[in-house]
């Protein structure tokens, strides 16, 4: 830092709130605005640990700097924390005020940063239904990140996903807004190890600041289409989408709120100050600062046509409360219009006050620089990969089982491992090469060892490129194009000549990297109008299926798929999403029984595109059907399977009837009634049976706990049902609990439980 005394500022004794008011009154309106924005790629060379920057940049940093995006993108742990230590020394020394900045990234289920811990995808994140092992495995994101030198990571995803053809299924915790929101939570903490705003804490140099995207309504586009306009009622909105960032806020005291792409009622999200200002900072409370999505601002020009240019994008979002944009908007227009009065002074001042409060609150002035050895030690560690194992477990959800499984090593000689997904390591999207990593194919073949023959067969492909594990970084203009059909023809018989050798099939299908949301793309963004299998897959199941060997399916995807001929004819079949890097091992031993699948669908499966939407919440008057076709889902929310069996039994609630302030306690005897060990999801939905004003849904999620319980181990479970369970809002918004029956149901999925009333009396 320059020779200047030592202002109170850069006095760690003092509170944050004097520090924050010192800096600030020394700030000149430049300084505020270099802090609103991130900063373009530095073009810098590293020697001998500090950086060295051309004039160019030099010109550009002479204020300071917001932030950074992606510094570990290419980089190995000890490279990037060299890049990091010289930047910040560099604002720190050649800056007038030498602000720190934040360094932005990834970390969806994992740090996106080369040799980051990959762990499985979010939607995988949610089929645990375990948020204590959720927030052990944000604490473990968070400390790759602060190791590298990173302190601002743009996760978790809180939007709630109704529309499966949408491509960004895959980044949330799936349709069912209490679920959305234990999960979510649940990584806030992780992250973040402290409630922000709650009181005096900072967050340690373990812990990074988190950020609650994306706000709101992303997750149901018109017709699945990514960014399309959400049009809902303010009570569907505030009832649904916006309950888990309501939670990220007050519960979990969050950082940061990420705006969205997409308009709510002809509003895009970007200028919305109901949604931002009203309902965010007002009614919530929120005292964090709002950052753009990528580009965010801009597109109020050329997406959503409701500015005419840079500087009148940048107006319109500064005065609906976007602090931090991802862009340039902010940085090359903002001053000449606060010079020529058309921004207020006191609007930059307030978003730069948000801002440099939350790098106080990360010990950035203090303590900006990271340990290049301490991240080498860290960085996919041994006790992270234990954890990318044993959350790979937790998530994998067994959905039918005929009896074929767990496999007896001893009992087979020949297993056929087939399909386009089996031998590569495929992460999903948000993900960087982790540096190792076990397909499915290498976790059975070192599961096995010589006790059994594996056979291997690629089957067919699903796109013309397969950029498994790579991310975004692989993908190019041909990623998402349909494969050759003569290759696939010739790869389908090799397939079942390769099938009849075996006395079990494993067949390993679904989607993979390029069908996914592609980063930075217009051309693709993984949006589908089809929910069957992509390619030439439904061929290649039926072929093996024909040859009437025993077949096992292993769906790896990010998307429920409609797949009726595959859960109709297949003697066993296993949702896995995307793994991470240790998913191969992680299904070679579920395969063979060691140990056993117990995670849930956080989402329903459709039985084709044709009956979206499915959640499961829905209204009553949605309750209708096609001509000639089936309701039902073909895999209802909740729903999972073990290699054991478990009964419900004593289901009571004390008392039976309550007032509307009052409380009641539902319990559950659970008994494994089979010969494993297993996990068992207990799940209580409500109901309210009869409303004087606005209607409700058929059920609603609104307690659950996962249990281990071992052959003939029985427990019982109990759910505390508050006003906060049995309240909705009325017609005039007004959050109320009627006087009436409640239907109230506990078993192991949507479909499946005991049920009895609670009545609420005046």
């Given at each position: 830092m320059p020779d200047t005394p030592e202002y109170p500022y850069r006095n760690p004794s003092l509170p944050v709130e004097a520090r924050l008011v010192d800096l600030l009154s020394r700030m000149t309106v430049e300084e505020k605005i270099a802090q609103m924005s991130i900063f373009p790629k530095l073009t810098n060379i590293l020697v001998d640990g500090d950086i060295e920057l051309d004039e160019a940049t030099r010109t550009q940093l002479v204020h300071g700097i917001g932030g950074l995006g992606r510094p570990g993108q290419h980089a190995g742990p000890k490279e990037t924390v060299l890049a990091t230590n010289a930047i910040q020394k560099y604002l720190r020394e050649h800056t007038r005020l030498g602000i720190p900045a934040f360094f932005v990234d990834e970390a969806l289920h994992g740090l996106m940063a080369h040799g980051?811990?990959?762990?499985?995808?979010?939607?995988?994140?949610?089929?645990?239904?375990?948020?204590?092992?959720?927030?052990?495995?944000?604490?473990?994101?968070?400390?790759?990140?602060?190791?590298?030198?990173?302190?601002?990571?743009?996760?978790?995803?809180?939007?709630?996903?109704?529309?499966?053809?949408?491509?960004?299924?895959?980044?949330?915790?799936?349709?069912?807004?209490?679920?959305?929101?234990?999960?979510?939570?649940?990584?806030?903490?992780?992250?973040?190890?402290?409630?922000?705003?709650?009181g005096t804490q900072l967050i340690n140099d373990q812990h990074v600041l988190a950020t609650a995207k994306h706000f709101a309504a992303h997750g149901q586009p018109e017709g699945g289409r990514n960014c399309a306009p959400a049009n809902f009622t303010e009570g569907e909105l505030r009832e649904n989408?916006?309950?888990?960032?309501?939670?990220?806020?007050?519960?979990?005291?969050?950082?940061?709120?990420?705006?969205?792409?997409?308009?709510?009622?002809?509003?895009?999200?970007?200028?919305?100050?109901?949604?931002?200002?009203?309902?965010?900072?007002?009614?919530?409370?929120?005292?964090?600062?709002?950052?753009?999505?990528?580009?965010?601002i801009s597109r109020l020009i050329d997406f959503h046509h409701v500015a005419a240019?840079?500087?009148?994008?940048?107006?319109?979002?500064?005065?609906?409360?976007?602090?931090?944009?991802?862009?340039?908007?902010?940085?090359?227009?903002?001053?000449?219009?606060?010079r020529d009065g058309t921004v207020l002074v006191t609007q930059v001042d307030q978003a730069a006050e948000r801002i440099l409060r939350a790098k106080f609150l990360l010990g950035l002035f203090d303590q900006p620089y990271a340990n290049p050895d301490m991240a080498e030690e860290i960085t996919n560690c041994a006790e992270h990969c234990q954890l990318a194992y044993r959350t790979a477990i937790k998530s994998l959800v067994l959905l039918k089982n005929d009896g074929l499984l767990p496999l007896a090593a001893n009992n087979i000689k020949k297993l056929a491992v087939i399909g386009?997904?089996?031998?590569?390591?495929?992460?999903?999207?948000?993900?960087?090469?982790?540096?190792?990593?076990?397909?499915i194919l290498d976790g059975i073949r070192k599961k096995v060892g010589g006790q059994i023959q594996v056979l291997y067969a690629e089957g067919c492909k699903i796109t013309r490129e397969d950029f498994s594990g790579q991310g975004w970084r692989g993908w190019h203009e041909d990623a998402s194009e349909p494969p050759d059909e003569a290759e696939d023809k010739n790869l389908i018989s090799q397939a079942v000549e390769t099938a009849c050798q075996a006395e079990v099939v494993l067949l390993v299908i679904g989607e993979n990297e390029s069908v996914c949301r592609e980063a930075w793309s217009e051309r693709h963004r993984g949006d589908r109008d089809s929910l069957d299998l992509p390619g030439r897959q439904d061929e290649l199941v039926r072929k093996v299926v024909e040859t009437g060997v025993p077949v096992v399916v292993l769906l790896i995807n990010g998307r429920p798929?409609?797949?009726?001929?595959?859960?109709?004819?297949?003697?066993?079949?296993?949702?896995?999403?995307?793994?991470?890097?240790?998913?191969?091992?992680?299904?070679?031993?579920?395969?063979?029984?060691?140990?056993?699948?117990?995670?849930?669908?956080?989402?329903?499966?459709?039985?084709?595109?044709?009956?979206?939407?499915?959640?499961?919440?829905?209204?009553?008057?949605a309750d209708r059907s096609y001509l000639w076709a089936d309701s039902t889902p073909l895999f209802p929310f909740g729903?999972?399977?073990?290699?054991?069996?478990?009964?419900?039994?004593?289901?009571?609630?004390?008392?039976?009837?309550?007032?509307?302030?009052?409380?009641?306690?539902?319990?559950?005897?659970?008994?494994?009634?089979?010969?494993?060990?297993?996990?068992?999801?207990?799940?209580?939905?409500?109901?309210?049976?009869?409303?004087?004003?606005?209607?409700?849904?058929?059920?609603?999620?609104?307690?659950?706990?996962?249990?281990?319980?071992?052959?003939?181990?029985?427990?019982?479970?109990?759910?505390?049902?508050?006003?906060?369970?049995?309240?909705?809002?009325?017609?005039?918004?007004?959050?109320?609990?009627?006087?009436?029956?409640?239907?109230?149901?506990?078993?192991?999925?949507?479909?499946?439980?005991?049920?009895?009333?609670?009545?609420?009396?005046?």
């Open positions: 980051s811990t990959s762990f499985p995808q979010a939607i995988g994140l949610a089929s645990s239904w375990d948020p204590e092992l959720v927030q052990e495995v944000f604490s473990a994101v968070a400390r790759e990140m602060r190791a590298r030198g990173e302190n601002w990571a743009l996760t978790p995803v809180l939007d709630l996903a109704r529309e499966p053809r949408w491509g960004r299924t895959e980044e949330t915790y799936g349709e069912d807004p209490f679920l959305g929101a234990c999960i979510g939570t649940a990584a806030i903490c992780g992250l973040q190890g402290v409630s922000l705003f709650s989408y916006l309950k888990a960032f309501q939670a990220a806020v007050t519960e979990a005291g969050v950082g940061c709120v990420m705006a969205s792409y997409n308009e709510i009622n002809g509003i895009p999200v970007h200028i919305n100050t109901w949604l931002l200002e009203q309902v965010l900072r007002k009614e919530w409370g929120f005292q964090g600062f709002i950052v753009s999505d990528g580009e965010g240019s840079k500087a009148q994008a940048a107006r319109k979002a500064i005065i609906a409360g976007i602090d931090f944009e991802l862009d340039t908007c902010y940085s090359s227009t903002l001053l000449s219009q606060v386009p997904n089996a031998a590569g390591l495929h992460l999903g999207g948000y993900s960087a090469d982790p540096g190792h990593g076990i397909s798929l409609s797949v009726n001929y595959v859960a109709e004819k297949a003697n066993a079949l296993f949702e896995g999403w995307y793994l991470g890097q240790e998913g191969g091992a992680a299904f070679a031993d579920a395969l063979f029984g060691d140990v056993n699948p117990g995670g849930r669908l956080p989402i329903t499966f459709p039985r084709s595109v044709g009956q979206l939407p499915t959640y499961y919440n829905h209204k009553p008057s729903y999972g399977l073990s290699y054991t069996t478990f009964e419900y039994g004593n289901l009571q609630i004390t008392p039976a009837k309550i007032k509307p302030d009052g409380q009641a306690v539902v319990s559950v005897e659970v008994i494994n009634t089979g010969k494993h060990s297993g996990d068992e999801v207990v799940q209580l939905y409500i109901h309210d049976v009869i409303t004087e004003s606005v209607t409700r849904p058929v059920k609603e999620l609104k307690g659950f706990q996962r249990i281990t319980l071992r052959p003939g181990q029985r427990q019982k479970v109990d759910f505390r049902i508050t006003p906060e369970h049995l309240s909705f809002l009325n017609e005039t918004m007004q959050r109320v609990v009627e006087p009436g029956i409640f239907e109230i149901m506990v078993g192991s999925s949507s479909t499946d439980g005991l049920t009895l009333q609670l009545e609420v009396v005046k």
